[in-house]
């Protein structure tokens, strides 16, 4: 195996060929990234990069330019592959040219889904996925102005805790009853709505959008399903991501809610590989899921680069992702069962607390709010599928520490 390319310049595709080079790949490595930026951290959108222009999304690199060059990474950015032709010997660019590669890692991730209502794509209704939506946003988030989120999910909710931050003000419409609901469930989603209310954020949640008005071609007010129209400067949708499994599709690899992998993350072609949001691979708990979070992308594509030079690999681990919205730091491993068993360790109305979620007695799912702390062991808690009992878990005075050992 003498060539690798890797299609998807962000943060999969920057954790692979980092984990290629480090693991003593001699050979060519093409990575292909559409975005004219070499790869960058994406968390900082929604959060830093919009608090404070200075917070420059030039700070969120993933390497310096040298890296790239001392590593001999040949580096096409602002190019598209259009094609993976294995035949042909390797991926096919948009100019036409052939990127020769004897294996090929596809990181291309999603891109934000829109909203299906004329004027969705005025210029003041914006979507982020990418450090040129984060720039362009920022300019729409100044202190007084009417900002309309749609959509309550981690982006969208982050984002209004952002736009509060600045000043704006907040209205959130969610098709749900509770922000957050498939991340956090009805319980904890109810308690954060609440923290956004308490914060400023007018709410108007099981609601949808169902048309704009529009002054000067930008759009001037939003209306929802209940016949409220509300005023706006800006629009915010967050209404998750589309995978982009195209590439996939066109060279006939299995397909269904992302590029199905297997644990070696492997495509149904034993040539291509797949990691990062747009992988649909097991779930740790059961099912097969795709994960969108920075820790997976990361991880799993560390995991594909090892599997490409044949390397033993079995990935599959339990979702961890944080967000921060307000001071509030929120951290979830695992997943909620259906019909949890729910146990608190600390005190809600204090905004520092954990919570178990439990099935038949095995700890499936934790979250961690400004208990960032407990979650390096909450994690192992959760990968360990430790077994505890209600009273231990809601004791403060058994250390989680305690509940591992027991656990082993
Ligand atoms: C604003 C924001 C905030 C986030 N905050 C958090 C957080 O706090 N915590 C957390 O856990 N996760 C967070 N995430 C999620 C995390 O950033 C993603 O899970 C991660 O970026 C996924 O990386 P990826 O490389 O798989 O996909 P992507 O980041 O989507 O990258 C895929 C890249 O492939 C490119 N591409 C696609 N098709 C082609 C093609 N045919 N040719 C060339 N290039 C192509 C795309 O342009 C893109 O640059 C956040 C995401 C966003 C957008």
Sequence with gaps: MRSVAIVGGNLAGGRAVETLRQAGFDGRITLIGQEPWRPYERPPLSKEVLWNPANAPDNFFLQTEDWYNENRIDLRLDTRAEA?????????????????????????GGHARKLNLAGADCANVHYLRTRDDAERMAVDLQAGARIVIVGMGVIGAEVAASAIKLGCDVTAVEPLAVPMERALGQRFGHWLGEEHRKRGVKTHFNRGVTGFKFVDGRVSAVEIDDGTLIECDAVIVGVGIVPATSLALDAGLAVNNGIIVDRQCRTSNPAVFAAGDVAEQDGFFGGRFRQETYQNAAD??????????????????????WSDQFDLNIQFSGQIPVQAEVVLR???????????????????????????????????????????????????????????????
């Design 300 to 321: 799993q594509a560390q995991a594909a680069a090892l599997a490409i030079l044949g390397q033993e690999v079995d990935y599959c681990k339990p979702m961890w992702y």
């Design 346 to 408: 600390g005190d809600m109305g204090s905004n520092a607390f954990v919570a178990f979620f439990l099935s038949g007695g095995t700890i499936e799912g934790l979250l961690a709010v400004n208990r960032a702390s407990d979650m390096g062991i909450g994690k192992r808690l959760v990968e360990r599928r430790a077994k505890a009992g209600a009273a231990q878990l809601g004791d403060p005075d058994v250390p989680l520490r305690e509940l591992l050992k027991r656990a082993n």
């Design 84 to 108: 993976i032709d294995l035949a042909a010997g390797g991926v096919r660019l948009s100019g036409g040219e052939l990127v020769v590669a004897d294996q090929v890692l596809l990181a291309t």
